[in-house]
């Protein structure tokens, strides 16, 4: 069975910056290599979008709109563990922020194996 836990979350001012990790785990990850993985954010009484996702290589990235420039994806295969670094928060950055498997479909990403964690709690507020 396929495991996310995303941590790294927290409370930070805006103009500050956090940096989100997410370990995989299950024996489907056992190539773990082989998966795009990305990020998604639910904001208060809004749904879930797309921020982020990497190449299961790390060579290629993907930025919603919104954060490009200020937050970057990256990937260390050795330890199953994908991150995002956030800088130059916002208050419109606040949300619970989750890490998946990815696929594009249409231009569309989407949770590729509808495997979820508990997400990561990530509040910009001065």
């Known amino acids: 069975q396929v495991q996310l836990v995303e941590s790294g979350g927290g409370l930070v001012q805006p103009g500050g910056s956090l940096r989100l990790s997410c370990a995989a785990s299950g024996h489907t990850f056992s190539s773990y290599a082989m998966y795009a993985m990305g990020w998604f954010r639910q904001a208060p009484e809004k749904e879930r979008e797309f921020v982020s996702a990497?190449?299961?290589?790390?060579?290629?990235?993907y930025y919603v709109d919104s954060v490009k420039g200020r937050f970057t994806i990256s990937r260390d295969n050795a330890k199953n563990t994908v991150y995002l670094q956030m800088n130059s928060l916002k208050p419109e950055d606040t949300a619970v922020y989750y890490c998946?498997?990815?696929?594009?479909?249409?231009?569309?990403?989407?949770?590729?194996?509808?495997?979820w964690g508990q997400g990561t709690l990530v509040t910009v507020s001065s």
């Open positions: 990497i190449s299961w290589s790390g060579s290629t990235t």
């Open positions: 998946a498997t990815v696929k594009v479909i249409d231009n569309r990403w989407y949770n590729s194996l509808d495997v």
